[in-house]
């Protein structure tokens, strides 16, 4: 009791402590600029209280575009001297709260110099993506997924199995059901939903990897914690991997402890590489998916070592019935 009403308390502090004031600071920007104004266009951007922006100088626009499409630019705002119109460049698919953010802030710098700004959205989400969230939920489900599938098999059979091969059955059984639910759960979301473009295999292979990650270490903590080993997997994945991941809010969003867990666990990295693959193509997928395979191959061996060594003890033999 006293450990679950710890796990409440800290899903409480968890969720409103990342989530409750959203902020953007420094977040990397590019400016177009002709000469004569771009030392000016620059310090005011840099300067603009609270630094929510740093600024880079970018020779061209095509450049600033091709930087906001790939994600190394969270925006770019291509100054018109010969007008009172700019324009703002956004990718509104790699986070929607930051381009809303961005969005926000360029256009109350732009009125304060009686300036206007038009926004092009180079890489918008999916029309029936609303919000941008429809990653985040894929990967919030297939977490839950994965450890819900190793503690129903430990609550039933045991936390610890009884040998290793029946530790290498669980196992196969927690590989199967991930590639099942990776690919059930992309073909939901694309082709009955129709709420993500993309790959289907690409979403169905990060799926599946969530999946077996997130259960293949809820196993090896059962083994080695019993059933204290389920709460350890909601700690980690619930009460301080999704408010972290990058849903509601991205990252860059949130005060810097969740900044800078969000990316290592499975809610977050499961975002991460959904997103890449429905909407950029699947670039910059490596680093989550490292991550990921990462909590596959030491759910897996962890879970077969602690199996060969921490063995369930037999069960006493009454004395009476020795004694007959």
């Not at 771009?38 to 061209?60: F, N, W």
């Not at 503690?151 to 059901?177: M, Q, W």
């Not at 999946?211 to 914690?225: D, K, P």
């Amino acid at each position: 009791m006293i450990a679950t009403l710890c796990l409440g308390v800290g899903f409480i502090l968890s969720y409103v402590g990342a989530l409750h004031h959203p902020a953007a600071k420094n977040l990397p920007f590019d400016v177009v600029a002709p000469a004569a104004v771009q030392s000016q266009a620059v310090s005011g951007i840099a300067g603009l209280p609270g630094k929510p922006l740093t600024p880079r100088l970018i020779a061209d626009a095509a450049t600033a575009r091709a930087r906001v499409s790939d994600r190394t630019s969270t925006g770019a705002l291509v100054i018109d001297p010969a007008s009172n119109t700019d324009t703002l460049y956004i990718a509104s698919a790699a986070s929607p709260s930051i381009s809303n953010a961005v969005t926000r802030i360029i256009q109350g710098a732009e009125g304060q110099q009686q300036r206007t700004v038009t926004v092009r959205d180079l890489v918008p989400v999916a029309a029936a993506d609303n919000g941008g969230l429809s990653s985040f939920y894929m990967a919030v489900g297939w977490t839950v997924t994965g450890y819900l599938i190793a503690s129903i098999l430990g609550v039933s059979a045991g936390a610890r199995p009884a040998t290793p091969t029946r530790a290498v059955v669980r196992l196969v059984a927690l590989a199967l059901s991930a590639c099942v639910a990776g690919g059930v759960g992309a073909w939901l979301v694309q082709h009955e939903l129709g709420a993500l473009p993309g790959d289907f295999w690409g979403l169905a292979l990060v799926g599946a990897l969530v999946v077996f990650g997130a259960g293949a270490v809820t196993m090896a903590l059962q083994v080695a914690l019993g059933v204290l080993g389920i709460g350890v997997a909601v700690l980690l994945f619930v009460i301080l991997g999704n408010p972290s991941a990058g849903g509601a809010y991205a990252r860059a969003l949130i005060p810097p402890f969740w900044r800078s867990i969000g990316a290592f666990f499975p809610p977050g990295a499961g975002t991460d590489a959904t997103r890449a693959v429905a909407y950029f193509g699947g670039a910059n997928t490596a680093a989550p998916l490292f991550i990921l395979g990462c909590y596959c191959v030491i759910g897996l061996l962890a879970t077969l070592g602690l199996a060969s060594v921490l063995r369930p003890k037999p069960a006493a033999t009454p004395a009476s019935a020795t004694a007959r």
